[in-house]
């Protein structure tokens, strides 16, 4: 069974400072990679996808992928009170859009 | 906008009942997906559908089963409930336009077995 692991936190960070957030999957032929957010009581909605080694930033969110040593990376820029929810890792199966999601870290922005 | 509407919010079932959670998507989406989401140990996909009568087990099928008789509605059954499957359930149908999937979630039903 393929597995996503990460830290369950929660992890406090002060507003304005950056947020990390780490990910480790276990299938090393996996492709495909994302982040959800979930506020508390609502649905995860997407907020950043990555394919490729390296890199991809959107607004304050960057995202990281390294598959040699099978980890996707969040870092979150000038932290808001706004960015306080559960982040989620998913991996994606090869070309069925099954996700498999890791347990979430919960982030809390301390104004 | 992209919809995915679970019928209930809240439920509260007892022991042995056969309950259904309904999920409709108005998307035109071949793949449809149920979870179930608990503490501290996430989402966890119990089965999932990628075209009208077809399904396959996710992880942790036991006790559930599902039916997709027309393309935009996908139900989960349990057949007779039990307290351990007191949980959030979420649906959810993805989409993959130019290479980027996105999946999209019901609103959520969290059903409580007394």
């Known amino acids: 069974q393929k597995e996503v692991e990460q830290n369950s936190g929660p992890l406090s960070v002060p507003e304005g400072a950056i947020a990390s957030l780490n990910c480790t999957y276990s299938?090393?032929?996996?492709?495909?990679f994302f982040w959800y957010r979930q506020y508390s009581g609502k649905s995860p909605e997407l907020i950043m996808s990555?394919?490729?080694?390296g890199d991809k930033e959107d607004g304050r969110f960057t995202a990281q992928l390294n598959k040699a040593s099978q980890y996707v990376s969040l870092l979150i820029r000038d932290s808001q009170p706004s960015d306080s929810a559960t982040y989620l890792c998913a991996v994606e199966d090869f070309g069925n859009e099954k996700l498999t999601f890791g347990t979430g870290t919960r982030l809390t922005i301390i104004p | 906008d992209v919809k995915v509407t679970q019928s209930s919010r809240y439920l509260v079932k007892r022991t042995g009942e056969k309950v259904f959670l309904e999920c409709v998507q108005d998307m035109d989406h071949e793949n449809m997906f149920w979870y179930r989401q608990d503490p501290g140990l996430g989402l966890r996909l119990i089965y999932f559908s990628y075209d009208v009568k077809m399904k396959e087990k996710g992880d942790i099928p036991e006790g559930y089963s599902v039916s997709r008789e027309k393309k935009e509605r996908f139900s989960l059954i349990l057949e007779s409930a039990s307290t351990n499957q007191t949980s959030m359930y979420l649906c959810?149908?993805?989409?993959?336009?130019?290479?980027?999937?996105?999946?999209?979630f019901g609103q959520g039903t969290r059903l409580t077995v007394v």
């Open positions: 299938d090393r032929g996996s492709q495909s």
């Open positions: 990555i394919y490729s080694n």
């Open positions: 959810a149908s993805p989409q993959t336009r130019t290479g980027s999937t996105e999946a999209f």
